[in-house]
């Protein structure tokens, strides 16, 4: 055969077989993604479970306290009937499960059933044991350990409580945002409360709510408030240097075209800047601009948390 036959022959059978290989090591990776993901969020789902059946069992239940959303209404109908709660918890919230099954995904769905029916076991198997009868430790912590629950089983991808769910969809459907949906929702709750139970407790029922909402607002939205500020300026060279080299922060430097000068309408082509720095270090960022250009347009706004990046790798200084 021709030897440049032959070459061109083992290239080809040589760039296949590169090929393939490249597209198997591609393969494993993105198992081993979805094998870490599980296995996380498999166990954010797990203590989130556990949390939230330490709060219905060990402060809430036995005192005949209420919460809202879903699992305030599983809870309103468990005092009222002979109703099993671990039942009323699958009940009240399967049908949540099936417009998240048509309106967010089959994957959701799926996982929220499953730690639903994870909760319902919990209460219904685990002797948690009754800490206080204090009124307003119960309200307080048994929120708070609600609250971790509801919040962790979000980080791993799922519902226990399928207020959110209803409140999704009602808001596509009508003018009002998801926020106007869970006030209007819970305020049927409360007042059912007030009325079944008694006002004291529908009113502990509202500071049971809101630290439970607090605390999934904390668990969600991480430990740390990050700002995201963007930077304009004649001097951007310089700021950028300091945000690295001092602050120990990356920059992403953006081109854009400044649209008014000082002089009047003048455009001209400028660099933006912008980094992300923890709350703490937005003080120390202004002072540091200031020093270089305090004419320098700045910027900020809040982001709830980060991934990759610099921001988590380099401590503050």
């Not at 929702?185 to 139970?197: D, E, Q, R, T, V």
Request: charged content about 20%.
């Amino acid at each position: 055969m021709n030897p440049l036959f032959q070459h061109l022959i083992f290239e080809t059978i040589k760039s296949k077989e590169l090929k393939n290989e490249r597209e198997r090591s591609d393969d494993v990776d993105v198992i081993k993604v979805n094998i870490t993901h599980f296995i996380r969020d498999t166990f954010l789902i797990i203590v989130g479970i556990l949390s939230a059946g330490f709060g219905l069992k060990g402060f809430l239940l036995p005192n005949l306290f209420i919460d809202g959303g879903a699992m305030g209404i599983s809870l309103l109908i468990s005092e009222i009937t002979t109703l099993s709660l671990s039942i009323l918890i699958v009940l009240v919230n399967f049908p949540f499960i099936i417009i998240a099954y048509f309106n967010i995904g089959k994957q959701f769905a799926i996982k929220s059933i499953l730690a639903i029916i994870g909760l319902a076991l919990a209460v219904h198997f685990i002797p948690y044991p009754i800490i206080t009868s204090d009124k307003l430790l119960i309200a307080v912590f048994g929120g708070f350990f609600l609250g971790s629950g509801i919040g962790m089983a979000i980080r791993g991808g799922s519902v226990i409580d399928g207020t959110e769910v209803l409140a999704i969809y009602v808001s596509k459907k009508t003018g009002l945002t998801i926020g106007d949906v869970i006030l209007i929702f819970n305020i049927i709750i409360f007042s059912f409360g007030a009325y079944i139970l008694s006002i004291e407790i529908a009113l502990y029922a509202i500071l049971t709510y809101i630290a439970a909402s607090k605390t999934v607002d904390f668990i969600i939205e991480g430990i740390e408030e990050y700002m995201g500020v963007t930077i304009i300026s004649d001097y951007n060279n310089s700021i950028r240097s300091m945000i690295i080299e001092d602050l120990g922060r990356g920059v992403t430097i953006y081109s854009g075209k400044g649209g008014f000068g000082k002089k009047g309408n003048k455009s001209k082509d400028i660099d933006i800047l912008y980094t992300i720095v923890t709350r703490l270090e937005i003080s120390r960022l202004k002072i540091e601009i200031d020093k270089i250009d305090p004419d320098a347009f700045v910027i900020m706004s809040s982001i709830k948390d980060t991934k990759g990046g610099m921001i988590k790798k380099r401590p503050l200084k």
